[in-house]
C-alpha cells in the first residue's frame, strides 16, 4: 500500500483552495502525474526539498507533495506564472 494514500494527498493539496474554488486536484491521475512530474524534474538534477537520501525520486517527490513542499499549480495560476 502506498503511503501516504491517494486520498491523503488530494486533501493536503486541495487544502489551501478557498471555498467555492474548483479544488487543483480533482482526481488519482492528477496526483499521479504531479508525482511523475517532480520525479523527472529531481532525476534531472533538481535539488529535493526534503532530505531523501537512499529514496527512490518518486518516493521523495510524493513525500514533497505530502508535506506541502511542492505544490500544484491550477491551470490558471500556471498561465498566470508563464505570462509573467
Known amino acids: 500500500m502506498l503511503h501516504p494514500s491517494y486520498s491523503d494527498l488530494i486533501n493536503?493539496?486541495?487544502?489551501?483552495?478557498?471555498?467555492?474554488?474548483?479544488?487543483?486536484?480533482?482526481?488519482?491521475?492528477?496526483?499521479?502525474?504531479?508525482?511523475?512530474?517532480?520525479?523527472?524534474?529531481?532525476?534531472?538534477?533538481?535539488e529535493p526539498e526534503i532530505l531523501g537520501a537512499g529514496k527512490k525520486p518518486l518516493s521523495v517527490a510524493v513525500e514533497e507533495l505530502y508535506e506541502g513542499k511542492v505544490k500544484i499549480l491550477s491551470e490558471a495560476d500556471a498561465t498566470e506564472e508563464d505570462d509573467n
Do not use: F, H, L, M
Not at 12 to 23: D, F, I, L, Q, R
Not at 24 to 41: F, H, L, N, P
Open 12 to 46: 493536503v493539496v486541495n487544502s489551501e483552495v478557498e471555498p467555492g474554488e474548483a479544488p487543483v486536484v480533482q482526481s488519482r491521475y492528477s496526483i499521479v502525474i504531479a508525482a511523475a512530474k517532480r520525479a523527472r524534474q529531481i532525476i534531472g538534477g533538481s
